[in-house]
């Protein structure tokens, strides 16, 4: 295991022989069903398997990497950081988590209320 946690789930979430992300490979580091992936990522399910290379899934795929490196900012513990992005409520966004604000397209959001908290922010 590499010390930068990040590098880690970069290299898990990496398809094979291409400069692609894995859908299959990020829902298994997000701890995911495929299906809820799809539903995040705004795509049919079989377009993980189908077409891995659709621009949408790969600009979520993308969006969803951002979360996790600002997530290990916040908490350089990979599982925690994970737990914060999947389960932690924000009264700021009417308690949704950073997940939710994703799917809703809202990963400027979520990257920005990240930030705040690593920058010492905490109201």
Known sequence: M???PLTDVLESAREAGTSRLSAANLANVLGLQQQD???IAGVHRNTLR????SPRLQAALRDLMRVVSAAVAVQP???RALFLIKNH???AFRHKT?????QEGRTEDAIDYLESISAGFVG
């Open 2 to 4: 590499n010390a930068d």
């Open 37 to 39: 992936l799809a539903t």
């Open 50 to 53: 189908t077409h891995p290379e």
């Open 77 to 79: 513990d990979l599982e």
């Open 89 to 91: 409520p924000i009264p």
């Open 98 to 102: 950073i997940l939710q604000l994703v």
